[in-house]
């Protein structure tokens, strides 16, 4: 296993993703951003996009909200002959500020947020893997 693997992505959540009352964004966002996460390991370690099988563990910490930038990242844990093992972390770096009168307002965060953590399983078939570890 090459532990130097690893990914992160950066984006910032749009209005048209706020899903709840106050402008809150469904879980279920942090999950896509760790499968596109994911699927950059697999392509980094294996040269394929692989499937992602199951989540084991997933642990929602904090709200995100429209406006917020949420700085994703990844690391294989553990491969085994076809499975990879991973573990992933979601950190609010800027919120967006709730400035009367200046909606486009907004606030590094001194400390980035963990927003959401987990770790889950992935699968790339033997006849899928092309690069060599």
């Not at 499937?51 to 930038?69: E, I, T, W």
């Amino acid at each position: 296993m090459n532990p130097d693997i690893t990914s992160l992505i950066r984006l910032r959540i749009s209005a048209h993703e706020a899903h709840y009352a106050g402008n809150l964004v469904d879980g279920a966002k942090m999950l896509q951003l760790f499968g596109d996460v994911a699927t950059e390991l697999l392509i980094r370690s294996d040269g394929d996009e692989g499937l992602f099988v199951a989540y084991d563990k997933v642990q929602f910490l904090a709200p995100v909200y429209a406006g917020d930038f949420i700085e994703a990242t990844g690391r294989i844990t553990a491969m085994g002959k076809t499975s990879r093992k991973m573990s992933f972390e979601a950190r609010k770096i800027i919120s967006a500020a709730s400035v009367p009168g200046q909606a486009s307002a907004a606030d590094v965060l001194a400390e980035p947020v963990i927003v959401c953590q987990a770790s889950g399983t992935c699968v790339v078939p033997l006849a899928c893997q092309r690069v060599a570890r």
